[in-house]
């Protein structure tokens, strides 16, 4: 499955107690269509909790704003929270990331350079001991 959106935060890097890290972040996706009612065009944005488990060192590279083009799954996260009710959240787990625009201070964009594309292909040139399963 191919996402494309804008991040909506910085990325964290998450450790987790077995000593796995994981980085997360979420993207927004914006998405427009026509009411049936008034012919107006309504905007929709779809938010998404990204989790890329292959190499943390893109993390530095997902910063508010850019554009980018995940690959992956859709997993669901269930759990039962403090209170005993049983809850359940949608995750996407990325198997690529494709490094997109960056938004410039003047609201326009700026491509991403060389380097960057160069290490996201790094990034995803993983090992099977780097695997967290």
Same mark, same amino acid.
Request: proline share 4%; charged share 20%; aromatic share 8%.
């Given at each position: ?26 993207? /927004? ?53 403090? /209170? ?16 997109? $625009? ?10 991403? $350079? ?20």
């Amino acid at each position: 499955m191919e996402l494309v959106g804008r991040l909506t935060a910085d990325a964290i890097v998450k450790e987790l107690p077995d000593g796995r890290k994981v980085v997360q972040f979420s993207i /927004a996706i914006n998405n427009s269509y026509k009411s049936k009612e008034s012919q107006e065009v309504k905007q929709q944005t779809i938010f998404v909790n990204c989790s890329y488990w292959q190499a943390i060192g893109v993390a530095p590279y997902l910063t508010k704003g850019r554009q980018v083009e995940l690959f992956g799954t859709i997993g669901v996260n269930a759990y039962t929270n403090g /209170a005993g009710e049983a809850r359940a959240n949608l995750t996407f787990h990325v198997n690529n990331v494709k490094l997109g $625009d960056r938004p410039k201070a003047n609201g326009t964009s700026e491509p991403a $350079d060389e380097s960057e594309a160069l290490l996201t292909k790094a990034a995803t040139q993983i090992t099977a001991e780097d695997l967290p399963f």
